[in-house]
């Protein structure tokens, strides 16, 4: 018997529906690197978000995040990495993040 779809509480985003899109078919690889770019955007905010992006996260826990530009780069490093390895670390608590390595533009 087929399975009943519930319609969407409302107007969804094209960005939103293409994350769900990407989440369904894409490996587990690409999968948890959608899930970090999200929580990354939640934790860095808005604006840092849009100027950066992770890369993923490597052994032992160390999160290497590309930025664009080498002075919020050095913003992040030298200000705001343990405020944002907290908030990161609330965002995304499926796996250990352990460290946050601040790269640039890659």
Avoid: H, N
Wanted: glycine letters at 10%; a positive charge; one cysteine or more.
């Amino acid at each position: 018997m087929r399975e009943e779809r519930k319609p969407a509480s409302g107007p969804r985003s094209i960005g939103e529906l293409m994350a769900e899109i990407i989440k369904a078919t894409a490996g587990p690889k690409r999968r948890e690197l959608l899930e970090l770019s999200e929580a990354w955007a939640r934790a860095a905010g808005a604006d840092v978000a849009r100027r950066s992006r992770p890369l993923g996260l490597g052994k032992g826990g160390q999160l290497t995040v590309s930025f664009d530009s080498s002075a919020l780069r050095q913003e992040v490093q030298a200000f705001r990495r343990a405020e944002l390895l907290a908030r990161m670390q609330a965002e995304y608590p499926g796996r250990r993040i352990a460290a946050l390595k601040c790269i640039l533009g890659e």
